[in-house]
T-cell receptor, first 115, second 115 residues
Framework: AQSVTQLGSHVSVSEGALVLLRCNYSSSVPPYLFWYVQYPNQGLQLLLKYTSAATLVKGINGFEAEFKKSETSFHLTKPSAHMSDAAEYFCAVSEASGSARQLTFGSGTQLTVLP | DAGVIQSPRHEVTEMGQEVTLRCKPISGHNSLFWYRQTMMRGLELLIYFNNNVPIDDSGMPEDRFSAKMPNASFSTLKIQPSEPRDSAVYFC?????????????FGSGTQLSVL
């Protein structure tokens, strides 16, 4: 069984400040981990993914995430927030093995960027 | 490619009516997912098809919900009869299964309001 916990349903940062969105997972097998972003009135888009290669993963729009097995975490960061980063962010996990490889999503974190 | 196409974008209906949501996955993708997004529960996987066959429907909330995938290019999610608590955004997503490609492509969603 797999699960994802996103700490903080709402995060506010000032423009130019560091963005940190937290994600912890549990999985009985080596996981694949993902961050998706949802802009208003749109579907989800993949930001980045970890699939057992490098533990520091770089994604689009300047975001990156680091896989830390000892902490079962996959936090999303961006050094400097931009107004256009305001959106909802979802962390997701899937099992790296097995035929189903379904994604389990966290409950989401709404990011607000203040001017 | 036009991406995952869902219709309608918005649906307003009265309690007790039948609702049919439609999805056209990306050509060549062999897995299709239906998700429901609510404020209370975030993103929930309802059902997952692989090669047009339902693999896991454990997320379908009740017998009032049914989903079909008659061919590789079309799927429907039907609610009959609909209830106010079914109000949510319903997302369809598709993916081409491979050993390493886990990327899900989402449609823009159908906003369902049951009065």
């Amino acid at each position: 069984a797999q699960s994802v916990t996103q700490l903080g349903s709402h995060v506010s940062v000032s423009e130019g400040a560091l963005v940190l969105l937290r994600c912890n997972y549990s999985s009985s097998v080596p996981p694949y981990l993902f961050w998706y972003v949802q802009y208003p009135n749109q579907g989800l888009q993949l930001l980045l993914k970890y699939t057992s290669a490098a533990t520091l993963v770089k994604g689009i729009n300047g975001f990156e995430a680091e896989f830390k097995k000892s902490e079962t975490s996959f936090h999303l960061t961006k050094p400097s927030a931009h107004m256009s980063d305001a959106a909802e962010y979802f962390c997701a996990v899937s099992e790296a093995s097995g035929s189903a490889r379904q994604l389990t999503f966290g409950s989401g974190t709404q990011l607000t960027v203040l001017p | 490619d036009a991406g995952v196409i869902q219709s309608p974008r918005h649906e307003v209906t009265e309690m007790g009516q039948e609702v049919t949501l439609r999805c056209k996955p990306i050509s060549g993708h062999n897995s299709l997912f239906w998700y429901r997004q609510t404020m209370m529960r975030g993103l929930e996987l309802l059902i997952y098809f692989n090669n047009n066959v339902p693999i896991d429907d454990s997320g379908m909330p009740e017998d009032r919900f049914s989903a079909k995938m008659p061919n590789a290019s079309f799927s429907t999610l039907k609610i009959q009869p609909s209830e106010p608590r079914d109000s949510a955004v319903y997302f369809c997503a598709s993916r081409r299964d491979s050993l390493t490609n886990e990327k899900l492509f989402f449609g823009s969603g159908t906003q369902l309001s049951v009065l």
